[in-house]
């Protein structure tokens, strides 16, 4: 494997053989199979389940990390293309990744999306200039558009819950959050959904569609698998015969990049915050909550959910585990 | 052994036990009994000897680490039941810790005393609250009122001193510090010096008596062992024929959690700095100087005092490694 | 090896086979020579490349680090001697570093030049004392005059290139930037360029001298191989011929301290940035740029240059981390 950097790169073939392989992994107590490896991560920002994961899969493997912050260098790193670093930065991208790199088997970096322009985040470019930088394998980290550890992460999390493939049905539901989130997390969700087969329905309010070209993709893996795609504002249709509630939240996609209009918009909805009631009238038994994590508990969902037998957010986040070091093996093995 | 949250869980033989296993570890230079086990470290705290010395026992014992803190989530975690999270912080440390332990072997938590309600602290809620969270083993790296990594190693160093323990006298003194400290250290290091069978003298002025339930806790190890427990404010009586003086600072008890009184009483003893007067006339030779670190020099003790012969607090320090390791061992081997 | 403290406290022999060996360390996938070894890294001033690669180091060898900085102690490191602790520092250096000590097999040391008194950092007081707290092997990771690490580094670079020792033209070239940074580079390199037998020249504005103290070492260095050692501020009579040009910046030594008055001197020579005509008329072929990083984009340095042919800069800081390989196997191997 090269990289590691989006879902779609590989066959399902492929993403189905690094979950048996990740699920050999869970069984075994001690590996040493990367000995002596080096995994280099960068965080343009914060992590909590991405930066323990990595650290706790790799040491599990017989190697190590190393961790990067913009805070590490002299008042920040510079990543404008062409700028005289006369202002407070002391350090340039262009020299600190491929030093970072130098050093390390494999680099993980994640570069959020900066949501000024819809159009640029779609396109990904930041992610693609840091990745070109380094001459080793890169592990996408979460970009502007893409969450690839979380998408194979979830698709574990399916298969360990025995969701069905063909005819199941994954509804992803858009909820209240005080900030405008990015889009990487429903726009890779609904793909790594449809690729499995399923039936995705995307629950959101008026404004808050996602965008054309995330639902052509996901479309696209539909037709090859036998699944579908539909987006909806009508909670009740929605959630019949639901398997799984997946909740996240997102900017709006009509004002992006307009802070206050979002805001606007969004605080319509404060309402959106999943509990009980939606499940009343699923036939389906049991229709398990999932979440990317970090939630906002009362603001995103109740307390009730989260704590109670449909939750599987912390099964989720441990996947995370088990399917990075199935990754990391045939990266780095 | 599952948790290490408190050395009153553990018989006396047990102790004995982890301090031979300690001395054994400290002669070894090469041990990979841990390899590939990852120990999650969690700090709500600041902290300096014991985030790097469990760094380094789990290097040694060819495992792993990480960290966490609440700088790591976004705007920090939060920690209160029930409460609907649309202010700051954007993550509840009820996933947040379910999660982290998931990808470890063994977690250790520090949630120091908040210091408002005496009775709130003694009880140790908090921490029972968040080990309650983790269902694999926990180590206990200073709650509300224990801090029993700390006591362990001053047990070994108390042996490797060869102090007397039917008849050692051990006085733990009060000194001034400009904050109004927590009472994990002076409770847990008299529990210690009572379950180890020596004669405990507590020196503190009139308002900073240790609390009832302490006390009570100290004598009732002390009837099992022959050993004693005195409160005083007489000094010249309390160091007659010490052979450690163990000194600490700690909230006044008659003011704890109103810090302005707190600050008023305390100053009216900022004399309390141990210096080499506090040791004329005590007849046993040597009597050492223990303390637990950080340290004040000059407010709470003298240079001279400190970089004496007296002094064995890097001593103390060095052992929380080899104790820690010892632990780790019965808990993770 | 008991410290790597100084590049001249090694013969030119020593220096060789740690170049030997750290081509050697190059070639090897997985090594395990320094299973269960720690090392301590104290950072009192910030880093990136050598926080990392020594971390990098450390993990392909088998052991692990873990590290310090101010920021962890609670308000701080005290580092004043004789100082009453009534402020805000919480913790003594006196008490920190052989506490972090006494769990590493050896420790790293950051502690940079404060720039208040040339005559202070020249004599590397700080530096020496933060040494003498420690009993375990030091490695000198910047002190106020000395940076060791990237000296063997930039040796072994040199090397790789085939630049010719007796004959080679060595110019290190002082270039604009905002801030009076340290001597140490400067200072270092050319020592380390006349010990390898070049002939070196020291090209900088009026008032940026080198001192006396540093260029009677590096004279002393080259009277014993046959290098030499020139200051100008001719840049074409320097260039000629030159087979390497190492830019780096540094307070001005006429008014070293004196911030206002540095600031105004060096803001004259804001023209001092490499850029290709600094290159015409050199007759040797090719003429490598070299740079210690973190470097200043279009103020040191134009983008063209750092990003073509003649930049090794990368190169430079990944032999950091071979060289350092070196260093540690034979000081704890």
């Not at 996240?248 to 990049?257: E, P």
Request: aromatic fraction near 8%; charge should be negative; glycine fraction near 6%.
């Amino acid at each position: 494997m090269k990289d590691f950097c989006d879902l779609a790169d590989f066959s399902i073939e492929e993403v189905e053989r690094l979950i048996i392989q990740a699920n050999k992994l869970e069984q075994r107590s001690s590996m040493q199979m990367l000995q002596g490896k080096v995994l280099a991560l960068l965080f343009l920002n914060p992590s909590l389940r991405t930066l323990t994961s990595f650290q706790a899969s790799m040491i599990r493997l017989g190697g190590g990390t190393f961790v990067i912050s913009p805070e590490m260098s002299i008042h920040g790193l510079e990543t404008r293309s062409g700028v005289v670093m006369d202002g407070a930065a002391a350090e340039h991208i262009r020299e600190a990744v491929p030093v970072i790199a130098s050093y390390a088997d494999a680099i993980g970096i994640r570069a959020i999306a900066p949501r000024n322009s819809l159009e640029d985040d779609l396109q990904d470019e930041y992610s693609k200039e840091l990745r070109s930088l380094c001459d080793i394998p890169v592990l996408n980290l979460e970009s502007s558009i893409r969450h690839p550890c979380q998408s194979l992460s979830d698709w574990k999390t399916l298969e360990d819950l025995s969701i069905p493939k063909q005819g199941g049905k994954f509804v992803f539901t858009w909820v209240y959050h005080p900030e405008a989130l990015p889009l990487a997390i429903p726009g890779d969700t609904i793909h790594m959904a449809a690729s499995r087969g399923m039936d995705v329905t995307v629950l959101r309010p008026d404004g808050f569609s996602l965008p054309k070209e995330i639902i052509d993709r996901a479309e696209l893996a539909a037709s090859l698998t036998g699944g579908s795609i539909t987006q909806t504002n009508d909670r009740n249709n929605a959630l019949e015969g639901a398997h799984i509630v997946y909740a996240g939240s997102w900017s709006s996609t009509t004002f992006y990049g307009d802070y206050p209009k979002d805001q606007k918009a969004r605080g319509e909805y404060s309402d959106w915050c999943v509990d009980e009631t939606w499940f009343k009238g699923i036939t389906s038994d049991p229709c398990y909550f999932m979440h990317a994590l970090p939630v906002r508990r009362g603001v995103e969902v109740e307390d009730h959910i989260l704590d109670g037998a449909r939750s599987v957010v912390v099964r989720q986040a441990q996947n995370r585990m088990f399917t990075q070091m199935s990754v990391l093996l045939d990266m780095l093995g």
